[in-house]
């Protein structure tokens, strides 16, 4: 994994400066905040906080952004997700108290990724147009997702709950004085981040139809089975779709294409190519094995229904 392994140092002196930071916490915090950062750590196998951690490298390339401001961008990062991630958890939980903790931490962890962002960029600059907008953004998926069915819909909407990622690669463009390439990086970005989801989804299948979170894959299920938006499905009707019906192909035929459009737009982030094309596969592969274990089951079958006839 280049996309990785050449930032490791990188991201060594950013989570740790983010420890340090955390470490003067008010003390019931201290520790929660360190065991989270942990969880979000990828020199530690959080494979999900990638993007996060590392988008400003990615795109030093096309940007021109010092090293030094992509370790800046980084840091505020990781606190940025942190306080996503303790939203998302307080939002997804059906727990009514206990959460008063995680929410001030979670504060507190806005109080850093601002205050980096302010030492970055001036009031004046138009990244804080930025900001509000992906802001809005998550704000609007994170309410609207079930209602207005995105994957199907408006499926670039899909990443929006991960829009404030985006302003890691906006500040790069910003820093490295290439905002000319501020239409493409956001469109490569957001790209990413739909894809993204989508595996993620065809991890958490189970656990969002337990508890009604929206979910793309089942969203595809169901249009698969001309069922209606926000229609339930029983965990063994998903299972058939997924081994019987090969759901996961077609499924894993959008990532493709997501891929194919990433290729064609005109940046230079060959990292960024890679990390998406990683996901792309994952699926594709799983839905391989799936489709060709299952075929492998079907001409075993009619082995023995054939065996079964005298000769």
């Known amino acids: 994994?280049?996309?990785?392994?050449?930032?490791?140092?990188?991201?060594?002196?950013?989570?740790?400066?983010?420890?340090?930071?955390?470490?003067?916490?008010?003390?019931?915090?201290?520790?929660?905040?360190?065991?989270?950062?942990?969880?979000?750590?990828?020199?530690?196998?959080?494979?999900?906080?990638?993007?996060?951690?590392?988008?400003?490298?990615?795109?030093?390339?096309?940007?021109?952004?010092?090293?030094?401001?992509?370790?800046?961008?980084?840091?505020?990062?990781?606190?940025?997700?942190?306080?996503?991630?303790?939203?998302?958890?307080?939002?997804?939980?059906?727990?009514?108290?206990?959460?008063?903790?995680p929410l001030a931490l979670g504060q507190l962890f806005y109080i850093e990724y601002e205050r980096v962002y302010r030492q970055l960029f001036p009031a004046s600059t138009p990244f804080w147009n930025h900001y509000n907008q992906y802001t809005a953004e998550w704000a609007e998926a994170v309410s609207m997702e079930r209602e207005h069915d995105f994957f199907l819909n408006d499926r670039v909407r899909v990443g929006h709950k991960a829009s404030p990622v985006k302003l890691s690669a906006i500040g790069a463009a910003y820093l490295g004085r290439t905002e000319y390439l501020l239409p493409v990086i956001a469109a490569a970005v957001e790209m990413v981040l739909v894809?993204?989801?989508?595996?993620?989804?065809?991890?958490?299948?189970?656990?969002?139809?337990?508890?009604?979170?929206?979910?793309?894959?089942?969203?595809?299920?169901?249009?698969?089975?001309?069922?209606?938006?926000?229609?339930?499905?029983?965990?063994?009707?998903?299972?058939?779709?997924?081994?019987?019906?090969?759901?996961?192909?077609g499924y894993a035929d959008i990532a493709a294409e997501n891929h194919a459009q990433l290729q064609r737009l005109p940046v230079a982030a060959p990292h960024l190519l890679a990390f998406h094309q990683a996901i792309a596969d994952s699926l594709r592969q799983e839905a391989e094995y799936i489709y060709e274990k299952k075929n492998k089951l079907l001409a075993g079958g009619f082995s023995f229904i054939l065996s079964s006839f005298p000769s």
């Open 1 to 101: 994994m280049e996309w990785f392994d050449e930032y490791k140092e990188d991201l060594e002196v950013v989570f740790a400066e983010a420890a340090r930071l955390i470490s003067s916490f008010p003390d019931p915090l201290q520790e929660m905040g360190l065991r989270y950062l942990d969880k979000s750590n990828s020199l530690l196998g959080d494979s999900n906080s990638y993007v996060c951690n590392l988008l400003p490298f990615w795109l030093q390339e096309a940007t021109g952004v010092e090293r030094s401001d992509c370790r800046r961008l980084g840091l505020a990062g990781v606190f940025m997700m942190l306080h996503y991630c303790l939203l998302d958890d307080v939002m997804d939980s059906s727990e009514q108290s206990g959460w008063h903790k």
């Open 195 to 249: 894809t993204l989801q989508m595996s993620d989804d065809a991890e958490d299948w189970e656990v969002d139809l337990r508890e009604g979170s929206y979910n793309c894959l089942l969203s595809w299920i169901r249009a698969m089975t001309n069922r209606p938006p926000g229609a339930w499905l029983t965990p063994d009707e998903v299972r058939q779709a997924i081994t019987v019906s090969d759901a996961l192909r």
